[in-house]
């Protein structure tokens, strides 16, 4: 059975920084490419990254991009998303999804002051 377990959020100010985890098992997440998405409240998902099975290619959403950095550690099976310079609009339930696209339960980020 696939299973995605992100955790890491939490409640932080704006400009405030935070590193997500995802611990991945039930398949062979050294095969996958895998990514994150994230869902604001009343809004539909937004894909944010994207990590080649590897670790060598990365893509992100220009909202994003320059400050999130997404990394693997295929020793561990786990996913990571640094966020750095967080902002209100960062809010979001966050989601790691593998490339058969399967989420996890989701980790809360809420960013106020």
């Known amino acids: 059975e696939v299973q995605l377990a992100e955790s890491g959020g939490g409640l932080v100010q704006p400009g405030s920084s935070l590193r997500l985890s995802c611990a991945a098992s039930g398949f062979t997440f050294g095969s996958y490419d895998m990514s994150w998405l994230r869902q604001a409240p009343g809004k539909g998902p937004e894909w944010v990254s994207t990590?080649?099975?590897?670790?060598?290619?990365?893509y992100y959403a220009d909202s994003v991009k320059g400050r999130f950095t997404v990394s693997r550690d295929n020793a561990k099976n786990t996913l990571y998303l640094e966020m750095r310079s967080l902002t209100p609009e960062d809010t979001a339930k966050y989601y790691c999804?593998?490339?058969?696209?399967?989420w996890g339960q989701g980790t809360q980020v809420t960013v106020s002051s």
């Open positions: 999804v593998n490339a058969e696209g399967s």
């Open positions: 990590i080649s099975r590897g670790g060598g290619n990365t």
